[in-house]
T-cell receptor, first 114, second 114 residues
Framework: AQSVTQLDSQVPVFEEAPVELRCNYSSSVSVYLFWYVQYPNQGLQLLLKYLSGSTLVESINGFEAEFNKSQTSFHLRKPSVHISDTAEYFCAVRFSGGYQKVTFGIGTKLQVIP | DGGITQSPKYLFRKEGQNVTLSCEQNLNHDAMYWYRQDPGQGLRLIYYSQIVNDFQKGDIAEGYSVSREKKESFPLTVTSAQKNPTAFYLC?????????????FGPGTRLLVL
């Protein structure tokens, strides 16, 4: 069965500092990987996704994630965070091929400190 | 604008009462999903539907029921059999097929027990 592990439930970081949110998955087959962001009392929004090709994917607001097959990881990074990045971030995985449900991690709350 | 709407934003349930959460989408998506979100547990899949008049149980379907009579609508009923219904409920939709399509989320309904 596929599973997703987000090792950090909360990550405090000062404004303009770099941040890395960790995500590891378990799967023996090809997967698609996603990061979603949730602002307070709202639904989730897709931040970025890896389907195939380049292992480094970027979002429009400066986040990036790198697919590492050997380490089964898909960590999310940003070189300089802003107050507006304060939110909860969910890593998700889906098997490739046919319909497969998406499995979400438990989420990491990013708290940007002024 | 295309998107997913959920209503109401807040819902209060009395003991022994069934309540229905609404989810409507105008994205022309075939697939729709219901998730339950609890603090520290991420998102758990309740039910999903890949096509009109068909739906499958997710990981935590007990105490819930759904219908899919129209492509645009996927209401969720929380029955009296669900003993711990207090949570944030998220509806999502996506395109269908083998492509790893993004899930688009509604703003959520927060259910509270009186």
């Amino acid at each position: 069965a596929q599973s997703v592990t987000q090792l950090d439930s909360q990550v405090p970081v000062f404004e303009e500092a770099p941040v890395e949110l960790r995500c590891n998955y378990s799967s023996s087959v090809s997967v698609y990987l996603f990061w979603y962001v949730q602002y307070p009392n709202q639904g989730l929004q897709l931040l970025l996704k890896y389907l195939s090709g380049s292992t480094l994917v970027e979002s429009i607001n400066g986040f990036e994630a790198e697919f590492n097959k050997s380490q089964t990881s898909f960590h999310l990074r940003k070189p300089s965070v802003h107050i507006s990045d304060t939110a909860e971030y969910f890593c998700a995985v889906r098997f490739s091929g046919g319909y497969q449900k998406v499995t979400f991690g438990i989420g990491t709350k990013l708290q940007v400190i002024p | 604008d295309g998107g997913i709407t959920q209503s109401p934003k807040y819902l209060f349930r009395k003991e022994g009462q069934n309540v229905t959460l609404s989810c409507e989408q105008n994205l022309n998506h075939d697939a729709m999903y219901w998730y339950r979100q609890d603090p520290g547990q991420g998102l758990r899949l309740i039910y999903y539907s890949q096509i009109v008049n068909d739906f499958q149980k997710g990981d935590i379907a007990e105490g819930y029921s759904v219908s899919r009579e129209k492509k645009e609508s996927f209401p969720l009923t929380v029955t009296s059999a669900q003993k711990n219904p207090t949570a944030f409920y998220l509806c999502a939709s996506s395109l269908q097929g083998e492509a790893a399509e993004t899930q688009y989320f509604g703003p959520g309904t927060r259910l509270l027990v009186l």
